[in-house]
């Protein structure tokens, strides 16, 4: 199992620009989360997905989008890019359902935005 | 409101001794999960422990323990024998069930050091 895999690595963005943050699980995790970390403040939820077709907002979604058409990959996009979404992202995945079910993280992208 | 509250921002331990990490929490939920990650400079999220709300007993994996105050709404780690490999940053989290789905709401993290 390869688990929670995240592309790109780094990425430099200029103001205005879009991108899409890529992330793809194979551990077939029905629940999957995309979280910013920023200097201070922990993660914070942006977005998250609770099976194939279905997503909802998190705590700071503004700015990005989501879609989850297969079980295995959740992209993030980011549709016009500004300075204050320079973060480290991580993409997460559980199976859910209560009990041990711990998050699975990527190994996150170190975006800058210019 | 959930919450994660974590008022150590920074932690110095000396190499083999023991430290405790400070978490509390806020839910008005009877079921949840507290967790524990440790995030090195390399940057990924380790999972280190799990404590359940209805669990009785602290849990333990290894080196660490989390002392779960139920009452007093604490979930403090516990790591023995500190070795110079622990100096990370440390995050509290707690899994809260919203609207049929599950998310992690966490704290801002504690950065633990140890010396030699």
């Known amino acids: 199992n390869a688990g929670v895999t995240q592309t790109p690595k780094f990425q430099v963005l200029k103001t205005g620009q879009s991108m899409t943050l890529q992330c793809a699980q194979d551990?077939?995790?029905?629940?999957m989360s995309w979280y910013r970390q920023d200097p201070g403040m922990g993660l914070r939820l942006i977005h998250y997905?609770?099976?194939?077709?279905?997503?909802d907002q998190g705590e700071v979604p503004n700015g990005y989008n989501v879609s989850r058409s297969t079980t295995e990959d959740f992209p993030l996009r980011l549709l016009s890019a500004a300075p204050s979404q320079t973060s480290v992202y991580f993409c997460?995945?559980?199976?859910?359902?209560?009990?041990?079910?711990?998050?699975?993280f990527g190994p996150g992208t170190r975006l800058t935005v210019t | 409101a959930q919450k994660i509250t974590q008022t150590q921002p920074g932690m110095f331990v000396q190499e083999k001794e023991a430290v405790t990490l400070d978490c509390t929490y806020d839910?008005?939920?009877?079921?949840?999960?507290l967790f524990w990650y440790k995030q090195p400079s390399s940057g990924e999220m380790i999972f280190l422990i799990y404590?359940?709300?209805?669990?009785?007993q602290n849990a333990t994996e290894g080196r660490y323990s989390l002392n779960f105050q139920k009452a007093r709404k604490s979930a403090n780690l516990v790591i023995s024998a500190s070795q110079l490999g622990d100096s990370a940053m440390y995050f509290c989290?707690?899994?809260?069930?919203?609207?049929?789905?599950?998310?992690?709401?966490f704290g801002k993290g504690t950065k633990l050091t140890v010396n030699p």
């Open positions: 997460a995945s559980t199976r859910g359902q209560g009990g041990k079910g711990e998050q699975y």
């Open positions: 404590q359940g709300s209805y669990d009785e």
């Open positions: 989290a707690m899994r809260v069930t919203q609207g049929g789905s599950e998310k992690l709401v």
């Open positions: 551990m077939n995790h029905e629940y």
């Open positions: 997905s609770v099976g194939a077709g279905i997503t």
């Open positions: 839910t008005s939920d009877q079921s949840y999960g």
